[in-house]
């Protein structure tokens, strides 16, 4: 079993929508939690990070973590054809600066105009 | 935050080849990753890098088929050796500054 899964996609959904990604994991070693967005042919690029369980919120991404289910999601308010990119969660121990991520495969997001 | 480039960007290689990876950080960084992106399956990290000392491997990494230098605080290199078309993949660095980690924009090896 994989320490992180993630539902690779496809996902298509229409300029506007509201957007689920999601993970689960099952190390509980696992206490920061990341959602990074790469687009094609770049490198990832970090949009948020949160430690507790609960919502972060910042601009139209929400972040959600509820570590009793081991489950993590990230929400996407209005989208834009902006935001088509793979959307990778990662996890790691501990402050994740200089600790090694656990990534999931990513999900592949497309947003139709 | 941190500004990484990495050459090549992309080169396509003979089997049995070897292939040296360069990453350039604009900042100084104690710490700099590897990672792996093959098709359909998740970043995976080859090896940790600290300036002066051995290269921590992952398990399922050896030294002999990636070996990597940490010269100053700025810059590594990974090469992949003996190359075969296993080897395709996204190769990217990443350095960790306080609680973010950033990422180069990886170089994309093609091995026929």
């Known amino acids: 079993q994989k320490e992180v899964e993630q539902d690779p996609g496809p996902l298509s959904v229409p300029e506007g929508a509201i957007v689920s990604l999601n993970c689960t994991y099952s190390n509980s070693a696992f206490q920061y939690f990341m959602w990074y967005r790469q687009y094609s042919r770049k490198g990832p690029e970090l949009l948020m990070y949160?430690?507790?369980?609960g919502n972060k919120e910042d601009g139209r991404f929400t972040a959600q973590v509820d570590k009793s289910s081991k489950y993590i999601s990230l929400f996407i308010r209005d989208s834009q054809p902006s935001d088509s990119a793979t959307y990778l969660c990662a996890m790691s121990p501990q402050n994740f600066g200089n600790e090694k991520l656990t990534f999931g495969t990513g999900t592949r997001l497309t947003i139709i105009p | 935050s941190a500004v990484i480039s990495q050459k090549p960007s992309r080169d396509i290689c003979q089997r049995g080849t070897s292939l040296t990876i360069q990453c350039q950080v604009d900042?100084?960084?104690?710490?700099m990753f590897w990672y792996r992106q093959q098709p359909g399956q998740s970043l995976t990290l080859i090896a940790t890098?600290?300036?002066?000392?051995?290269?921590?491997?992952e398990s399922g990494f050896v030294i002999d088929k990636f070996p990597i230098s940490r010269p100053n605080l700025t810059f590594s290199t990974l090469t992949v050796s003996n190359m075969s078309p296993e080897d395709s993949s996204i190769y990217l660095c990443?350095?960790?500054?306080?609680?973010?980690?950033?990422f180069g924009p990886g170089t994309r090896l093609t091995v026929l």
């Open positions: 890098a600290n300036q002066g000392s051995e290269a921590t491997y």
């Open positions: 900042s100084q960084v104690t710490m």
């Open positions: 949160t430690y507790s369980s």
């Open positions: 990443s350095v960790g500054i306080y609680r973010e980690q950033f």
